[in-house]
């Protein structure tokens, strides 16, 4: 991709049938009111409805990820199980796993008493990781990071709306335990802002008013004046494409999301990149 002007990526087609069963799966899971439902007032992370956003990733993960029911799944940043609650529809039983991860305890600990009992392939684990708006007493560093996992574990990775708020050295850091993680062949869906110079130069006053980002020195960050500057990060257009290249991830498709002011059916840009690592 280039450094200077993003170009969108189309997934290839869901076939005809497959589509008419995930679409099926999606209307279920909405209608579904047995499923656990956090109280609204502690839903820390994420704007709108906490099930149709989970139930709208689980789409993108099956439709442009490729994830199958029988993947190991890791979900970085799961918060309080906003796409693990659909997820325990879709992964299966007995050869599905997950593992969320998350610094704020809070989440971790709603996830352990009303998802696990009822799937026990589901597990969730606080690491104490330092963040400046989440977590700012943590004791683990997120330039230190190393995550409790076996190499090539995973399947398939999750990082929705963490890289939009974590400092590009982090970022780094991240992608590498997931190049690390997973297997070969295993995919990591990750969401972002990338500022191209569409974004930057926001023509025709389309983008997201929130997100008139400028640039932070002389590094590819981009922060939101008058916010905390891990409020929402971008990164110039270029930096995560070497960022999973270096981690060893091969990016196979970049969706462009609606914030910038053009069509999309996701809000935050898409990254689905694949390892190229060995081991199994």
Known sequence: MSETALSPTTEPAVPSAREERVQWLLETIERNRFLPHPDPNSVFVGDGDFRAV????????????????QSRVLDIGCGIGRMAVPLTQYLDLEKGRYSGIDPVEGGIGWCRRFITPAYP??????IDIEHDLYNPKGKVSG???????????FDFAIMTSVVT?????EVLVYLSEVGRLLK??????????????????????????????????????WFVPDLPPLAAVGFDDGFLDR?????GLATVLI???????????HYQDVFVAECRGGGG
């Open 54 to 69: 989970g139930t709208e990733f689980l789409g993108h993960f099956i439709r442009m990820g490729g994830l199958q029911p």
């Open 121 to 126: 392939n589901f597990t969730f684990q606080r």
């Open 143 to 153: 330039k230190a990071l190393r995550l409790p996992y076996a190499d090539r574990h």
């Open 165 to 169: 708020h974590l400092p590009a050295d």
């Open 184 to 221: 070969a062949g295993g995919r990591l869906f990750m969401t972002a802002f990338v500022v191209d110079q569409v974004a930057a130069a926001n023509e025709g006053g389309r983008r997201d008013p929130r997100l008139a980002f400028e640039r932070h020195g002389d590094g590819p960050c």
């Open 243 to 247: 960022a999973l290249e270096r981690a």
């Open 255 to 265: 969706s462009l999301g609606h914030w910038r002011g053009q069509a999309a059916d």
